[in-house]
């Protein structure tokens, strides 16, 4: 009789208990209704429901690709006075012209770097702090977490300053680890695993403790494989985010040997401020835009979930 | 039986450590797993807290050697100078703009969302791709669709007989058109979690508003906005966080912060942009951290009242 009343999602939730609780109840369901309206006439459900959908999509895919079809067009065509839809002779013309005033090489590899460094250690970071956390004894520990929390709301902008004259003092000005170190400290990471650690079945790991596994082994071996889910949530967010940053590398870099994608294109923008580089400028916002958008396309759901994380409950 | 009275003095005369090895190791584990983010954290978001204060009584250009101390003096020019005014209203017309047209856009796109569509999915990641795309780019992106010349809005303008706006001289229409890219970029994330709160509200509810003959906007009204009265709270508080914040479009679109010169970016000018004036940038971060620890005092409330309800 009970189950009943609960009802079938109940009974599935009972059901992915014992993994990942968490993660299940956070990540944001979508189900569809039609607010309960009787059944709609097919006039209605264009009308009402397909126009608004496409004006919705199409509000925010049109000057994306815009940006994709002008990235190919010759600068001709994108200063003319005529709005030229398609161009009349695709050309990496622009994606050449652009390599050749400013090394794309050098700079995607600096973001490259820069992404794949920073977020590699913050994930690590972020992993072993919240199995502390939440494993470990330790006095105090309830504070340092609420210490944690306080560093996920204060805005960085207030850090740029004195973290500025702190790295350049130590001579991090156009360096790799200027450009990361400062970042690195994880509270994002930290408080979505630790919420998710908090949600993983006790008893297993008491079982493995008894088994005589180590916290190093119980880790490895079961706290880490049974939370993929979520550790990809905190990687994707974190390599995005990481990937986007712009304030700090733009502070702590002015040379072009070091400089992140973003920074370098600022630097094209300020040099070429005449609007034949538009469509170089236009290949460089592909270069930095494209494979976000494609890593999105595929895990959209993860990065979905990070994003909105705590938004609901 | 024999072994009870001979072990019990040995435990009652050997002093009882006040931590037992077993705990010791599990401290150092601790140490080793969570000291370096915590001290990571101390020394890049805790330490530079104090250091702006600090700074911000500094009357220093950045790179010089030597400092002074003038106390308030830096707080007092930003406050009776010419900048407050120009600089706090654009912060002011800025952050309500984009809060508000998120907000209401994003409630309007989750509401065009809500149904059962064949292609609502790619939609829907559609809708929420632009708030993770790098700002930078995004904003490159506009910047040639605004432009008066050769932008594709100047284009469709003269088509119909008008001239474009100057968007890049007018300080206004600047703020105008920041203001436009910011919520294009921003209404995803209203729109999705809006509409994750418009799929948890009861559907007897719905189905009980729609026998009693009420019609889509009439439900909406009455029970779907005052269910989502939590969320839209929520969103309040964390887009003005956000927009508070907000730096990578205006650097990009309008780099000379003509017109778009919010206290965040007038802290980064002052200090970054040429002037390198250290303290007074200082000055105007600390300005704007007091505004932002006021509105997350009001979110951390929440928070606690949301856990509590839970």
Redesign the interface.
């Known amino acids: 009789m009970s189950i009943d009343t609960a009802g079938p999602a109940s009974g599935r939730a009972i059901a992915h208990q014992s993994l990942s609780r968490q993660v299940a109840r956070r990540r ?11 059944r709609p006439t097919l006039l209605g ?1 264009i009308v009402g ?2 126009v ?2 496409l ?3 199409l ?3 049109l ?2 690709g ?2 994709v079809l ?1 990235s190919f067009k010759t600068s001709g065509e ?6 030229v839809l398609l161009p009349h002779a695709p050309s990496f013309a622009a994606y050449r012209s652009a390599s050749a005033q400013i090394d794309f090489g050098r700079l995607f590899l600096n973001s490259t770097i820069v992404t794949v460094v920073g977020s590699a250690t913050k994930v690590v ?2 992993i ?2 919240a ?3 939440v494993f ?4 105090g ?1 309830r504070w ?1 977490f609420l ?2 929390l306080v ?1 996920l ?14 790295i350049a003092g130590l001579g991090g000005v156009n360096t790799y680890w200027g450009i990361i ?7 994002f990471g ?1 408080f979505l695993l630790r919420q998710h650690f908090m949600s993983l079945p006790r008893e297993i790991l008491e079982a493995a403790e008894i088994d005589g596994a180590g ?1 190093l082994m119980r880790l490895t071996r079961m706290v880490i494989p049974i939370s993929t889910p979520t550790i990809a949530t905190v990687a994707l967010v974190t390599i ?1 985010s990481e ?2 940053d ?2 700090w590398p ?2 702590i870099t002015n040379d072009d040997s070091r400089m992140t ?2 920074v370098g ?2 630097l094209l ?2 040099v070429e401020g005449d ?1 034949s580089s ?1 469509p170089i ?2 290949a ?3 270069v ?2 494209v494979p ?2 494609v890593v ?2 595929f895990l ?1 759901r993860y ?2 979930a990070g ?2 994380q ?4 | 039986m024999s072994n009870a009275p001979l072990a019990a003095p040995t435990v009652a005369t050997r002093p009882r450590p006040r931590v037992s090895r077993r ?1 010791l190791r ?2 150092t ?2 140490g ?3 000291f ?14 104090m ?2 204060i600090y ?1 911000s009584t500094l009357d220093w250009t ?1 790179g010089s050697p030597t400092a002074r101390v003038i106390g308030l003096a830096n707080y007092r020019e930003f406050f009776t100078g010419p900048d407050a005014a120009t600089v706090l209203r654009a912060t002011g017309v800025f952050t309500v703009a984009t809060v508000g047209g998120s907000m209401l856009l994003g409630l309007l ?1 989750a509401t ?6 064949v ?20 904003g ?6 605004f ?1 008066p ?2 932008g ?1 809005l100047a ?2 303008l ?2 119909v007989g008008l001239s474009s706006p100057q968007w890049f001289l007018d300080p206004s229409l600047s703020l105008t058109m920041v203001i436009l890219v910011y919520v ?1 970029k921003n209404l ?2 209203c729109a ?2 809006y ?3 418009m ?2 509200v009861p ?1 007897d509810l ?2 009980a ?2 026998m009693d003959g009420a ?2 906007v009439r ?2 009204i009455t029970i779907v906005w005052p269910l989502l009265s939590p ?1 839209s709270f ?2 309040l508080l ?1 887009t003005i ?1 956000g927009s ?2 907000a ?2 479009l205006i ?2 679109m309008t ?1 000379l912060g003509n017109g778009t010169t919010t206290l ?1 970016y007038d ?2 000018l002052q ?2 942009g040429g002037y390198n004036r ?1 303290g007074y ?2 000055a105007i ?2 300005v ?2 007091v505004i ?1 620890l006021a509105m ?1 005092a009001v ?2 409330h929440l ?1 606690e009242r ?1 856990v509590h309800y ?1």
């Open positions: 944001i369901r979508i189900r569809f209704d039609d607010g309960g309206v009787g459900t429901g397909y608004p959908l004006l919705a999509t509000i925010i895919a000057p994306l815009w940006m002008g994108v200063l003319s006075q005529h709005v970071l972020a072993t702090t199995y502390a956390l470990l004894r330790f006095p520990k340092i210490g944690i560093a709301m204060v805005p960085s902008q207030v850090s740029l300053l004195p973290n500025y004259v702190f170190l400062p970042g690195l400290g994880t509270a930290t916290h995005v990937w986007n712009y304030i733009l502070i994608l973003p294109l600022t923008k300020n609007p538009y400028l236009m460089g916002a592909i930095v835009i976000v958008l999105f396309a959209q990065i979905v994003l909105t705590g938004a609901v409950k | 705990t599990e401290w584990l601790f080793l797993l969570a370096p983010n915590i001290a990571l954290i101390l020394m890049f978001v805790y330490r530079p807290l250091t702006n700074y950045l796109f065009v969302l809500n149904r059962r569509l292609g609502n999915t790619l939609a829907r990641a559609t809708v929420f791709a632009p708030y993770v795309l790098s700002g930078v780019g995004v490159l992106v506009w910047t040639f669709i432009d010349v050769t594709v284009g469709l003269r088509a294009w995803g994330y999705v979690i509409l994750a709160a799929q948890a559907r719905l189905e508003a729609a019609g889509r439900t909406f969320t929520f969103l964390t966080l508070l914040q730096f990578d650097r990009i780099p965040m802290s980064y200090a970054f250290a940038s200082a971060s600390t704007l951290f932002l997350t979110q951390l928070i949301r839970a």
